[in-house]
């Protein structure tokens, strides 16, 4: 995992990312427990691209809507995530998939890059952006 040394509050993160494989990453929101997965659930067994996993819970609470469609396997695909408050809105490659409101989101905390240890994947970013509102 890659964390920032910063917290953050209300933002807008952007980035590109390129996979093979089935992945198992994503980006942490504040803490480890709130995740926008990025690739295939340990637990279900398919591709929750998109959807928030809490880790409190132990649960992906809703599934991002339309990714199958959008997501674009071995090459650069662009996501952006806005958070304010306990709200999180995400795009993919240009179209909204995802508008959710947490009960578990912390105000403030740092932002992480996770990838699971153990499993043959490969996955990069590039372009990462990080804007407050």
Not at 4 to 14: A, G, I, N, P, S
Not at 68 to 85: F, M, P, Q, S
Not at 106 to 129: C, W, Y
Request: with cysteine.
């Amino acid at each position: 995992m890659l964390w920032t040394k910063d917290v953050f509050t209300d933002f807008v993160l952007e980035a590109e990312f390129r996979f093979s494989g089935q992945i198992d990453s994503g980006f942490f929101l504040r803490n480890e427990s709130e995740q926008i997965q990025l690739g295939v659930s340990r637990s279900l067994k398919r591709d929750m691209t998109c959807s928030p996993y809490i880790g409190k819970k132990g649960i992906y609470p809703v599934v991002a809507v339309g990714v199958d469609a959008l997501l674009k396997t071995g090459e650069w695909n662009r996501i952006k995530i806005a958070v304010k408050g306990k709200k999180y809105i995400v795009t993919l490659n240009g179209k909204q998939v995802l508008d959710y409101t947490t009960d578990e989101a912390l105000e403030k905390g740092p932002l992480g890059l996770q990838v699971h240890a153990g499993v043959d994947m490969e996955i990069s970013f590039r372009n990462l952006t990080l804007t407050a509102m």
